[in-house]
């Protein structure tokens, strides 16, 4: 039976039985694995600190070719992003990281540019709960390196650069139109929030989150994110609703 050995982020987990655990793990170089880790449930179990979900680990696991679980076999923190005592918000703010990257990564699949994005989006947030901006970075370079972020640079009616007047977003058919081509149908993205869009190559995760941004703007790029979630995954994404309503209430 073939030894892996990677870094990971744990992303979930649930009871297997009385005393196990089956985690399903984010690795930088297998992808998403699901491995059982035996008598991680009880006190004194050696495993159990090490999968609190958020936590980058160094994860070694047992896996057949073939099998769909694996086996956990040692599982040290490098990073608990949670902390001991995380606010609701925070715990909110990270459910839905993770929720994007199970929803969207395939088993078994490595993809080694959206690890170290999810990672240098926990970095950025040091403890204290992700700005709206934060998770507007992780959400369109997550839709980016999936290929699923269509490019807004240009009219895809006239061929006119939008960047600096915004433009109108049709999701479904992965298109962006200048005001006049699309006669105000769309998705609605004005001109700092198309300026944003270009920034997210240009700038790291927490600067992009410390950006000064008006609420409508802000607003614009939430809906254009949300929807083409929403179009991709074929299902609008539980936690983010608890997100925005701590949000709202802030």
Known sequence: MPIHESEAVVLRRYPFSEADLVVVFFTRDFGKVRAAASGAKRTKSRLGGALEPLNHVRLRFFL???????????CETLSAYLGRRPSPELLYAFSYLAEIIHELVEENNPNIPLFRLLLATLEASAG???????????????????????????????????????????????????RDCARERGLRVRPEAARLLGKISEQSPAQFASLPVAALDARDLERLTQRLLELHLEKKLRSYAF????????
């Open 64 to 74: 057949k070719e073939g099998a769909d679980l694996g086996r956990v076999t040692e």
């Open 128 to 178: 204290a709960v992700p700005r709206p901006l934060l998770l507007r970075y992780f959400e369109l370079w997550t839709l980016r390196l999936s290929g699923f972020l269509p490019n807004y640079d240009y009219c895809s009616a006239c061929g006119r650069y939008v960047k600096e007047d915004g433009f109108y977003a049709e999701p479904e058919g992965g298109l962006g139109r200048c």
């Open 243 to 250: 997100v925005k309503r701590l949000e709202d209430a802030r």
